[in-house]
Antibody, heavy 122, light 106 residues
Framework: EVQLVESGGGLVQPGRSLRLSCAAS????????MHWVRQAPGKGLEWVSG????????DYADSLKGRFTISRDNAKNLLFLHMDSLKTEDTAFYYC???????????????WGQGTLVTVSS | SYDLTQPPSMSVSPGQTASISCSGHELGTKYASWYQQRPGQSPVLVIYQDTQRPSGIPERFSGSNSGSTATLTISGAQAMDEAHYYCQAWDSKHVVFGGGTKLTVL
């Protein structure tokens, strides 16, 4: 059974940094791209970033470039999202999502974590 | 940037058919996916590649995509189908979600 468990969320002041982690199990982690999708409370879904199987191909939402960094540790089946210069509008649930075999695989996202809440507030 | 437009809300009577639209420039040339999200839960993929249904998704869920509009159809809607529904597509290599449609079954 595929499991994606996010951690690292919490309350952080504007301008500070935070790193989210996602522990993956139940599938061959380094066969798949991975993504982060966020959802502000009561709002819609917003794709944040994606990374291919070996980290050689990475993409970010245009609005986030330069502040967020995605990475992965295939030896430990972990996905990360490092967030710098956080803003109040970054407050959201952050979901870890299993992608397809390539970063641009068009088969949809069949597995999501439960999400971790990041609250940016002074 | 590429935008996908959905109606914010719609309602359907139990047993009737609900059709949720998603509009975007030349959307029919891109693959569309659909997600169901119940309150307090993570999204669930219900349709991918326009018309494909993942295993475990009831047959009453179907999809189509042509021109500039993708459509999710729920035939014989049930109370358990009350949820938010989001369409998704890819603009070059960027993933885009629609704003979501709240479906009420009453």
């Amino acid at each position: 059974e595929v499991q994606l468990v996010e951690s690292g969320g919490g309350l952080v002041q504007p301008g500070r940094s935070l790193r989210l982690s996602c522990a993956a199990s139940g599938f061959t982690f380094d066969d798949y791209s991975m993504h982060w999708v966020r959802q502000a409370p009561g709002k819609g879904l917003e794709w944040v970033s994606g990374i291919n199987w070996n980290g050689g191909n990475i993409d970010y939402a245009d609005s986030l470039k330069g502040r967020f960094t995605i990475s992965r540790d295939n030896a430990k089946n972990l996905l990360f999202l490092h967030m710098d210069s956080l803003k109040t509008e970054d407050t959201a649930f952050y979901y870890c999502v299993k992608g397809g075999g390539s970063l641009t695989d068009r088969t949809g996202y069949s597995h999501w974590g439960q999400g971790t809440l990041v609250t940016v507030s002074s | 940037s590429y935008d996908l437009t959905q109606p914010p809300s719609m309602s359907v009577s139990p047993g009737q058919t609900a059709s949720i639209s998603c509009s975007g420039h030349e959307l029919g040339t891109k693959y569309a996916s659909w997600y169901q999200q119940r309150p307090g839960q993570s999204p669930v993929l219900v349709i991918y590649q326009d018309t494909q249904r993942p295993s475990g998704i009831p047959e009453r869920f179907s999809g189509s995509n042509s021109g500039s509009t993708a459509t999710l159809t729920i035939s014989g809607a049930q109370a358990m189908d009350e949820a938010h529904y989001y369409c998704q597509a890819w603009d070059s290599k960027h993933v885009v979600f629609g704003g979501g449609t709240k479906l009420t079954v009453l």
